[in-house]
């Protein structure tokens, strides 16, 4: 599918003088990942000018806003508009130093150099899903929550996990499964959901998806953990945004700028490793060529060559942070 199917919104400033957040409100339990590594790498400063091109509950880009005290800037990107409200609540306090953009970092080119932050210090992209979308049972990302088959991370956008569940063929929802979910029994759940049809809330859908499963595995992980995720980015068409961000950011970044990118699963984490690490080799020509053909020069360096992982304490107060990686480049 492709992106301009999915094409985000865009929007104008989301007002930073509103009331504070309340107590209680969905998403209070979001807890940034690996937040002390990300300050570390990015090193923010007070001149210098970010971007938070995830910017979810706001938790990362509060610690950036903090860091870079008293004159950093920071635009913050979220394409669901619901979470860039309550970020720019929470995030009320540092009106003047801190702009909202609605829309899809796959575009963050052109809404970095439409809002003047063309040239940054440091961008940051924490990928997935925060615990304010999850949470929310009427987005459907949850199967522990009975929601509708929504899992639009932007709600303006045309297509829905309703209408894939419900009126791809068999093969195709097979191959979705298989590819962006890395579920081996794919082909039996595929079969299991088209027999259930119609199918409109996520707990059904759990019940199918786990009933197709069950006798074949003792896993770790519920069974429906893989169906879903591979429905949430098919709909999301994350991977196809993730490749234009990872080759558009670069170019945003002054020299000695730094790019972090946490992944949480292994589609997401190939995507960043290849692109950084292309970007990091410089010239592609055969050995046996003796003089550089290709003209392809060094964008990057990666901070670290591997991925930066979250504590063992980290892991236990945080479950979601689990699977997290990060990785670190910075411009040549
Ligand atoms: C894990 S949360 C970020 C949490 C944030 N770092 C914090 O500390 O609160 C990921 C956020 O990225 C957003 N997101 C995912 N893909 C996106 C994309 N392609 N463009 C813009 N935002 C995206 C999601 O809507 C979600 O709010």
């Known amino acids: 599918m492709s992106l301009t199917g999915l094409a985000a919104t865009r929007a104008p400033m989301v007002s ?8 209680g409100e969905a998403g209070d339990t979001h807890k940034p990942v690996m937040l002390s590594q990300v300050i570390e790498h990015l090193r923010p400063r007070s001149s210098g000018v970010y971007i938070d091109a995830t910017l979810g509950l706001g938790g990362h880009a509060r610690a950036i ?8 800037k920071l635009l913050g990107i979220d ?7 309550r970020a720019a609540r929470r995030l009320a306090g540092y009106a003047g130093r801190v702009e909202f953009h609605h829309g899809n970092f796959a575009e963050v080119k052109d809404i970095a150099r439409h809002r003047r932050f063309g040239s940054c210090d440091g961008i940051l992209a924490d990928l997935g899903l925060s615990s304010f979308q999850l949470e929310t049972a009427e987005r459907g990302f949850s199967f522990q929550r009975s929601g509708p088959l929504d899992m639009r991370m932007d ?7 309703d209408h894939v569940v419900n009126r791809f063929p068999e093969p195709k929802l097979a191959g979705l499964i298989y590819s962006y979910g890395d579920e081996p029994g794919s082909r039996r759940i595929a079969r299991a959901i088209v027999r259930a049809r119609p199918l409109h809330d996520t707990q059904s859908l759990a019940e199918v998806v786990s009933r197709a499963v069950r006798s074949r595995r003792r896993a ?26 990872v080759a558009s950011a670069i170019g945003l970044l002054k020299e000695g700028g730094r790019l972090a990118i946490i992944s949480f699963h292994s589609l997401e984490d190939r995507i ?9 080799r410089g010239c592609i020509c055969p050995p046996e060529v003796p003089v550089c053909v290709c003209d392809r020069k060094k964008l990057l360096k990666l901070v670290c060559r591997k991925p ?6 980290e892991k236990i107060r945080n479950p979601r942070s689990r699977s997290a990686k990060l990785r670190v480049a910075e411009r040549l």
Do not use: C, W
């Open 155 to 161: 709600t303006a956008s045309s297509l829905t996990a």
């Open 65 to 72: 806003l903090e860091e870079s005290s008293p004159e950093g």
């Open 16 to 23: 930073t003088s509103r009331a504070k957040t309340g107590p």
């Open 220 to 245: 770790k992980i519920h069974p429906a953990t893989r169906t879903f995720q591979a429905l949430r980015i098919f709909v999301n068409d994350e991977l196809e945004a993730l490749r234009q961000f």
């Open 308 to 313: 930066v992982s979250p504590t063992e304490e």
């Open 272 to 280: 960043v490793k290849g692109s950084l690490g292309s970007m990091a």
């Open 79 to 85: 394409r669901d508009r619901q979470s860039l409200d």
